[in-house]
């Protein structure tokens, strides 16, 4: 079952970082800057848009030529970034996180990555002790 027969839509998300470092650089902070920043607040603005799956064109060629529009529009809205500071359309702000609501977040994150790797290294271990194996489809 693919992935247009299980959702009706996704997320399209756009990034804009508004910090600059000394030369004009922008900061862009990283996944470990974002989780392990030890009290560094990021401030990052995000467009959010909902792209309904039946708009999705199922043709290869077609399918192409939309998704270049939909990065065509992403520049654009980078742009609009770059020049006022901020997305175009309604602005909602969201409060800060507390020092308990990260904590919680990154303990969620490592129980489900101890639970991945769990399952992964169980799998490895049942395909290496099974006497018929191949790098193949099962």
Same mark, same amino acid.
């Given at each position: 079952m693919g992935l247009r027969q299980t959702a009706d839509a996704f997320l399209d998300l756009t990034f804009g970082y508004p910090e600059r470092r000394a030369g004009?650089?922008?900061v862009r902070p990283s996944v470990n800057d974002l989780? $392990?920043? $030890?009290?560094?607040?990021w401030h990052v603005h995000v467009h959010v848009r909902v792209l309904p799956m039946a708009e999705v064109p199922e043709d290869p060629d077609d399918f192409t030529k939309w998704l270049m529009g939909v990065f065509a529009e992403k520049n654009e809205l980078l742009e609009h970034f770059e020049r006022h500071g901020c997305f175009p359309g309604e602005r909602h702000e969201l409060p800060r996180?507390?020092? +308990?609501?990260? !904590? +919680?977040?990154? +303990?969620?994150? !490592?129980?489900i990555a101890l !639970? $991945?790797?769990a399952v992964c290294l169980a799998a490895v271990s049942a395909v290496r002790s099974s006497s018929a194996w191949s790098l193949g489809y099962w």
């Open positions: 004009g650089a922008k989780l $392990f920043g $030890f009290g560094r607040q996180a507390s020092c +308990a609501s990260l !904590v +919680a977040n990154l +303990a969620c994150f !490592v129980a !639970v $991945f790797s």
